[in-house]
């Protein structure tokens, strides 16, 4: 099974600040790479896709990049509606894997 | 609008068995595969299940295989997940989500959830 790591698990910030998270997968999952976002009682919301594309009605501000192993997803100019868990998934192979999240909140 | 709404969950014993249904509206639901999900209480995200759009490949996480079963009723525009042998690990909410580009490029909607309890 593929494994995937997510970095950092929580990190703390204010509004307007930029933040990465990074996401590692155990073996080479070419761009086969999306990223969620999920806020407190409510289903995940998929943000990015193909690594990089970014879902409609996904707000600009959100990217991400990567290929092979290494992953990241960047938020420029946090908000406030942004302080969520994010999480990565892999869609190269079954079974699915997700990385363990990231809980932005605010500092 | 595309919605999923599950249903099923609900207290179970260990060993006990439940049927989670998730109803599509929306969409040609025959037209897209499906992932069932779990999220145990403070927990991350698990995949459990996948069936094809037409329901001829299905694939499973190895510690559900034989217990769970994933099948989907054109008919009634319905997904299924038959869950045997409960676990008190197999404790969560449980999501069915339509997946997007065969299964390889995500998890597009899910519905909103439905609880498992597994307690003696």
């Known amino acids: 099974d593929i494994q995937l790591t997510q970095s950092p698990s929580f990190l703390s910030a204010s509004v307007g600040d930029r933040v990465t998270i990074t996401c590692r997968a155990s073996k080479d999952i070419s761009t086969y790479l999306a990223w969620y976002q999920q806020t407190a009682g409510k289903a995940p919301k998929l943000l990015i896709f193909a690594a990089s594309t970014l879902y409609r009605g996904v707000p600009s501000r959100f990217s991400g990049s990567g290929s092979g192993t290494e992953f990241t997803l960047t938020i420029n100019s946090l908000q406030p509606e942004d302080f969520a868990t994010y999480s990565c998934?892999?869609?190269?192979?079954?079974?699915?894997?997700f990385g363990g999240g990231t809980k932005v909140e605010i500092k | 609008q595309v919605q999923l709404v599950e249903s099923g969950g609900g207290v179970v014993r260990p060993g006990g068995s439940l049927r989670l249904s998730c109803v599509a509206s929306g969409f040609t639901f025959s037209d897209f595969g499906m992932h069932w999900v779990r999220q145990a209480p403070g927990k991350g995200l698990e995949w459990l299940a996948f069936i094809w759009y037409d329901g001829s490949k299905i694939y499973y996480l190895d510690s559900v295989k034989g217990r769970f079963t994933i099948s989907r009723d054109i008919s009634k525009n319905t997904l299924y997940l038959q869950m045997n042998n409960l676990r008190v690990d197999d404790m969560g909410l449980y999501y069915c989500?339509?997946?997007?580009?065969?299964?390889?490029?995500?998890?597009?909607?899910w519905g909103q959830g439905t609880l498992v309890t597994v307690s003696s």
């Open positions: 989500a339509r997946s997007w580009g065969g299964a390889s490029v995500g998890m597009e909607y």
């Open positions: 998934q892999q869609l190269d192979s079954f079974p699915v894997t």
